[in-house]
């Protein structure tokens, strides 16, 4: 940790002491994401809440609000994880009040809360101003720190499926319809955020 004037403290021989620790600040996570108290499945809420806790707790992000959606997004994190929420909820009642079509409401929820909080130890504030890949976000996966985490904590393989595969940069496309709603709703909530990155290509085949 790197040495704070601020902090640190003299010895009785009056060499500088490594200063005390900065304890990480505490964050309300119900207040920022109220739809944790949606999951019917109490035992799942605290599940994600433990994730959320175990991923802040390495993250080096010290204003939760402030934790962008990308290193090329600066939008908050937290208004678009809870514009998917809001958005994918409406498709699966949608989908339920035209078609008929059942979807799984709390892994539809614990899915939308976590896809994105690996977010807290992919990025981390750099000097002079906006963010920087850590180690983890140079050498993994996007989303592999929240589904290892959600697997450590015992939050269902249905749920660390669409963790992990919620992201078009993925190596799978979600197969479940919950998946495949997040991975859509994620879209378009990026495009109100960023802009659409999507481009189309018009291949022409032999026969
Ligand atoms: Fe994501």
């Known amino acids: 940790m790197a040495r704070n004037a601020r902090t640190a403290t003299r010895t009785a021989k009056g060499r500088a002491a490594r200063p005390a620790a900065r304890p990480r600040p505490t964050v309300d996570l119900d207040r920022f994401l109220p739809e944790i108290g949606q999951i019917k499945d109490k035992a799942l809420a605290d599940k994600v809440r433990a994730v959320w806790a175990d991923l802040w707790a390495r993250s080096e992000f010290r204003d939760f609000a402030k934790v962008p959606t990308s290193g090329s997004i600066a939008y908050p994190n937290i208004p678009h994880t809870r514009s998917v929420i809001a958005m ?37 504030p750099k000097k002079g101003g906006g963010v920087e890949k850590t180690e983890i976000g140079k050498n993994y996966p996007h989303a592999f720190s929240a589904a290892q985490s959600a697997l450590a904590h015992g939050v269902p393989m249905s749920v660390v499926h669409i963790i992990l595969t919620h992201s078009p940069s993925a190596a799978k496309f979600p197969q479940s319809l919950e998946g495949k709603i997040i991975y859509y709703a994620d879209q ?20």
């Open 188 to 207: 378009l909530d990026v495009i109100a955020i960023h802009g659409d990155d999507f481009v189309k290509e018009q291949m022409i085949y032999r026969r």
């Open 88 to 124: 994918a909820c409406a498709i699966a009642d949608t989908y339920a009040r035209f078609h008929g079509i059942g979807t799984d409401r709390d892994v539809l929820l614990a899915a939308c809360l976590l896809q994105d909080a690996s977010k807290l130890v992919e990025y981390r």
